[in-house]
């Protein structure tokens, strides 16, 4: 008797739990993972936009747009996520209705998506412009040169030459990245956003199967890693074709 | 001798060409540049403007419970690290060397820590195992239960596992990397492999690993934050107490940046000297 207290759910009742249609909890957890997912793509998106602009600046900017880039990239890489996610999304939110106050507007509620997404974008986008410096750094020297001996202008070099040639330096430290996204979304819990691992404890702490949920998302999260994997396994394959393989360079 | 000069003056124009300008070796590397003074002049302004205008009245009130707060979250990042350090080699060393039945477990456990959030992690081993716990007679009559009822043991195993699973992949890599012709003439002069393993093999991984180690420790005291939301009074979490009790918003948590950006410095700096400590040339 002391045994099967040890164990409340039976298999049978641990099914009904994670079922997705109401009396379980399963549709709760699959809403959050897209709300993961869905942040987690935008702040990817953003960060790239960001770190694409952030790299061009520390390697071609003047000596001021390069400094303040490396401030930007020193500091929100030193300074916890969760610390800057909370000073990004408080003070984010305020400055903006301050200054919507000022010019004689309504305040507006900024939605959990959209501040989710800047403050996440923003701090990826500091990761971002370091891994894209280095791969752009790592394009063979002489063909930057035979595109400027062709007389290409510095937009068409970027679209022609430089992107393309760096995407299979950059793509191990962007899929990186991705997975960073991933599972900083789980930050959002603290703040308050409903996301995968928020709607887990909501989850959790209602029916008290603490282990269940969080194994159950663990899964979850686990099967994103997966799947990202192998994507970008064949991206990359696609992005270096032509080029010998790493094995037999090294 | 003309024809030295032409030479020179073809290919002076060439080699300054600035293809990326942090990469040219030639351009004057100047500290004091005047754009440099104006945004140090901007930086002590703001920081001023901060001290002054800014409401800092709070911080005789919670000095102690800063300092304590500080201590405990260098406390959890030295011991996590140093602990989960010590579970990376094996974890390394069997993906890199070891036979199928240990290398397969060790590459799915650093699969799944790297998997999956810290938060959730934390939250599993937490809430999940601590409402596993209590059910079980024998764990509650045990000598461990004063402590398995804290939060910080389930902090400090979260913060140790998720710092072995990063740095075992490391640690494979760099097993892996050390050229074999040093574990060949260990092996020539007879050494057990134990003994190959603690005088060549493991000091080189070690030393392969050293920047990328530092870079971990850095995002590892990023992660201890995280800790606060399970009770463990960290810096963070005095923090956030301090928001709550004077309903200040932004001076806690800009103290807070501050502090880790020191922190974080103080980490790559001790590293440095670390790396500068081992002899850099390996065959």
């Known amino acids: 008797m002391a045994d099967v207290s040890i164990i409340p759910e039976t298999l049978s009742q641990m099914l009904t739990l994670l079922s997705p249609s109401p009396p379980g909890w399963g549709g709760n957890l699959l809403r959050g993972l897209v709300h993961s997912l869905q942040i987690a793509l935008g702040a990817f998106g953003m960060g790239l936009i960001i770190g694409t602009l952030g790299a061009y600046g520390k390697l071609y900017g003047s000596p001021l747009v390069r400094d303040l880039a490396g401030i930007y990239t020193t500091i929100v890489r030193a300074v916890p996520e969760l610390v800057l996610i909370l000073l990004l999304y408080y003070a984010g939110t305020d400055l903006i209705n301050r200054i919507l106050e000022m010019a004689g507007y309504q305040r507006i509620d900024i939605s959990g998506l959209v501040a989710g997404i800047v403050v996440l974008g923003f701090v990826q986008g500091a990761y971002a412009t370091e891994v894209l410096r280095g791969a752009i750094k790592a394009i063979p020297y002489g063909e930057i040169e035979a595109a400027r001996a062709y007389g290409m202008s510095p937009i068409l070099m970027m679209r022609r030459i430089t992107l393309p040639s760096m995407l299979p330096y950059a793509l191990p430290g962007l899929a990186n990245l991705w997975l960073i996204a991933t599972k900083d979304t789980a930050l959002l819990a603290v703040v308050g956003f409903s996301e995968l691992t928020l709607e887990t404890r909501q989850a959790a702490g209602t029916t008290k199967a603490y282990f269940l949920f969080f194994m159950a998302a663990g899964v979850l999260y686990l099967l994103t890693t997966l799947f990202s994997n192998l994507i970008v396994g064949r991206i990359e394959k696609w992005a270096r074709r032509g080029m010998p393989s790493v094995r037999e360079a090294g | ?283």
């Open chain 2, 1 to 283: 001798m003309s024809n030295l000069t032409v030479d020179t003056k073809i290919e002076i124009p060439l080699e300054t060409f600035p293809i990326h300008k942090d990469a040219d070796p030639d351009r004057p590397r100047e500290w004091m540049q005047p754009h440099r003074i104006v945004l140090i002049l901007i930086g002590l302004a703001l920081v001023a403007s901060a001290i002054f205008f800014l409401r800092w009245d709070w911080l005789p009130n919670y000095g102690g419970l800063i300092l304590q707060g500080l201590w405990r979250t260098i406390w959890i990042l030295c011991v996590t690290v140093f602990l989960g350090f010590l579970l990376a080699v094996p974890l390394g060393l069997a993906q890199a060397a070891g036979p199928a039945i240990l290398a397969v477990p060790a590459r799915w456990f650093c699969t799944i820590i790297r998997g999956t959030p810290l938060l959730l992690q934390l939250w599993l081993l937490y809430y999940g195992l601590g409402s596993l716990f209590p059910q079980y007679p024998w764990i509650r009559g045990s000598e461990l239960w004063p402590y398995l009822r804290q939060a910080w043991p389930y902090a400090v195993l979260a913060l140790t596992l998720s710092y072995a699973g990063y740095e075992g992949e490391v640690m494979r890599g760099a097993f892996a990397g050390v050229p074999k012709g040093q574990l060949e003439a260990a092996r020539a002069f007879g050494m057990r492999r134990f003994t190959i393993l603690r005088r060549i093999w493991l000091p080189q991984a070690i030393h392969r690993a050293l920047p990328t180690l530092a870079g971990e420790a850095v995002l590892q005291l990023k992660s201890t934050p995280l800790v606060a939301t399970i009770t463990v009074v960290d810096l963070y979490s005095v923090a956030s107490r301090i928001r709550q009790d004077t309903f200040i918003t932004y001076e806690p948590l800009l103290l807070l940046a501050a502090g880790y950006l020191i922190i974080t410095g103080i980490i790559v700096f001790l590293f440095r000297r670390l790396e500068r400590l081992v002899p850099s040339r390996l065959g």
